[in-house]
């Protein structure tokens, strides 16, 4: 959340402007009804205010921001002798059914954002729709680092057209990708601008196509952590005491609307006021692979310890 001071001319200036403004409407219905709205709603005003502030103030709610950040890319570990030896190949994970979860959060109590207030369609769709296929992507991808020959394979039927010695199988269960915001310009209330990951595989296989043995591994839950959230929400303090200010003027109309249907206009209105603006920077590299990576090196390691 970008924050700005109220305490420079500027805030004061706009603050009376739109004081004024409020006061011009309220002189058409009479200027005692303008004075008794302005006495009802500055206390919700301020409070309106404090709440915010407070939200960027408090105690941090969640334990993963004391954690570290994750190395990019796993340690080399130990590969059975046969394996190193042989063509291994994989098909890419089943991720049609992946279950996508996470979101972003704000304020040092890190809460998340409700849809009204979160990122838009189109920047959910960047960082959350390819998810399960970048997770599978980046497992046979860290196979190849750790030393293995690994062809990628339509389906298993070519497993047998390319001579692969193994054949590794399996799912990408669960991606829940979290980010958290960078608070203001100046570092106030700051979620602690990181974003993290867990990636969980489950039927995990490797099959011997010679001898059609089968060696299972349990399911694989890997959690990645990398500095920099890409996801910002465009805020100022002066963005929060307008807003609050236009959200305590609909909500006054809202309650003294003459029928339903204006009621719904400005509770419309209303919502509308507190949606929030986010920029979604560009970035080399996701936690969903530094997770996806160091879950197919626990895989070596397990597949490792039953093939030997």
Known sequence: MVVSSTNGPD??????????????IGKRRGAMKTKNFLNRN???????????????????????RSLPCTQ?????????????????????????????EGGHHE?????????????????????????GELASLSFAS??????LV?????????????????????????VTLNTYGHGTKEGFGSAGNYWEATVVFSNLQLTDTRSNR?????????????????TKLDWTMLTVAVKSLKGAFYLHQMQ????????????????????????????????IEVAARHAAAQFIQQITTRIQ
């Open 11 to 24: 805030f004061h200036r706009q603050l009376k402007d739109l004081t004024l403004g409020i006061s011009v």
């Open 42 to 64: 500055l206390s919700l005003c301020l409070l309106s205010v404090f709440v915010s502030v407070f939200a960027l103030c408090g105690c941090a709610a969640n334990l993963t």
């Open 72 to 100: 990019i890319r796993p340690n080399i570990v130990n590969i059975a002798a046969q394996l190193k030896a042989s063509k291994v190949g994989m098909v890419p994970f089943v991720s049609k059914t992946t279950r996508i």
């Open 107 to 131: 304020g040092l109590l890190q809460v998340r954002q409700p849809w009204i207030f979160g990122i838009s369609k189109e920047q959910r769709e960047l960082l959350y729709g390819n998810a």
């Open 142 to 147: 860290e196979l190849k680092n750790q030393g």
């Open 150 to 174: 690994v062809p990628l394979l339509e389906d298993v039927a070519d497993a047998t057209s390319e001579q692969c010695d193994f054949l590794v199988t399996g799912k990408v269960e669960l």
């Open 214 to 230: 089968d060696f299972h591994v349990d399911d694989i839950k890997s959690y990645a952590k990398l500095d920099n959230s890409p």
């Open 256 to 287: 003294t609307a003459s029928n339903p249907l204006k009621a719904g206009s400005k509770a419309k209105a209303y919502v509308e006021t507190w949606k929030a603006d986010y920029t979604v920077d560009e970035y080399t590299i996701s936690p």
